[in-house]
């Protein structure tokens, strides 16, 4: 009976030390220039083993015959979250780079930090392998004001692909964690015309 009790107490101590939950680092809203419409964009949680990026559950209405001669039908709502990770960050040899554990253990390249310009991956996407979006580091010693708080950051334009018209990503990546702290879309390669803002609140 003691052997149980002892096996008993080293489980429940093992769940508290290594089955804690995950932590919400912070959460990204995103809003739009046009309304003035804020939403929330992600949540960036954090275990021992990672980061997730845990996205919203948007909801989806289908409809199914239910009677075909009175043309009835059930309304069928399902819901839909994304999740992406976990990811491991690090810095090495002037590269930030990135390991995604739900596919791999290999670090791969996702930003530089000496080079000016070159081809970066889509970090939320299925194919993280796939260099294609070109990439321009603007500022290595930027700042990014978090409520009473700046976070040092490195500053990087993106030119993606929307459709027939090109989009421009600037995003902010935080120094020490290697988060990303601010996203801007512009619908100009001046950076003049804000679209849409991704912002820790």
Known sequence: MKIIL????????????????????FK??????QTNDTT???SIVGDSKGYKFVFPAKE???????????????????????????????????????K??????KLFDLYN?????????????????SYNIFT??????????????IVKCY??????????DNLYRVIYIGKGNLLPYRIEYYNDKELNKLQSEIFVM
């Not at 990204?28 to 220039?33: P, S």
């Open 28 to 33: 990204l809203y995103e809003r739009n220039c």
């Open 113 to 129: 930090i000496n080079y000016r310009q070159f081809l970066a991956p889509e970090l939320f996407s299925s194919s993280t392998d």
């Open 155 to 164: 500053k990087y334009m993106q030119e993606i692909k929307a459709g027939f």
């Open 40 to 42: 929330e964009f992600c």
């Open 100 to 105: 995604d554990l739900s596919k791999s253990r």
């Open 60 to 98: 989806m209405i289908s409809y199914r015959l239910k009677d075909s001669l009175n043309k009835a039908y059930d309304t069928i709502k399902e819901s839909f979250s994304s999740l992406y990770g976990p990811f491991v960050f690090v810095k090495r040899k002037g590269k930030i780079m990135f």
């Open 6 to 25: 002892l096996i008993f107490q080293i489980l429940c101590f093992s769940q508290i030390v290594f089955g804690q939950e995950d932590n919400v680092i």
């Open 136 to 149: 321009n580091l603007l500022n290595s010693d930027s700042k990014v004001f978090v409520g009473s708080n």
